[in-house]
Nanobody
Framework: QLQLVESGGGLVQPGGSLRLSCAAS????????IGWFRQAPGKQREGILC????????YYADSVEDRFTISRDIAKNTVYLQMNNLKPEDTATYFC???????????????WGQGTQVTVSS
């Protein structure tokens, strides 16, 4: 059974960078897509990026397309979310989620991590 654990969140100033990690266990990421979602207080959880089992990536949030990238290390069974030029509106709890295919729809994903908090503030 696939299990996911996020890490790397924290407090960062506007314009700064963070790299989030999503460590998978139980099953290899060769066969699973991993999506990154975020949820700000009072807002719905939104899909931002996904990497497919074959390694292709897809963006689901226009606001991050030129600032965030997704990658993975199969040997470490880990997916990364590199976030650059962070803005206060990026403040949210970030979750990774796994399933067979990529989607920006959270209902597609059956396995979720516990989330990691990212706060962008001066």
């Amino acid at each position: 059974q696939l299990q996911l654990v996020e890490s790397g969140g924290g407090l960062v100033q506007p314009g700064g960078s963070l790299r989030l990690s999503c460590a998978a266990s139980g099953l290899t990421l060769r066969y699973y897509a991993i999506g990154w979602f975020r949820q700000a207080p009072g807002k719905q959880r939104e899909g931002i990026l996904c990497i497919s089992a074959s390694g292709g990536s897809a963006y689901y949030a226009d606001s991050v397309e030129d600032r965030f990238t997704i990658s993975r290390d199969i040997a470490k069974n880990t997916v990364y979310l590199q976030m650059n030029n962070l803005k206060p509106e990026d403040t949210a709890t970030y979750f990774c989620a796994g399933d067979l295919y990529c989607s920006g729809d959270r209902e597609v994903f059956g396995t979720w991590g516990q989330g990691t908090q990212v706060t962008v503030s001066s």
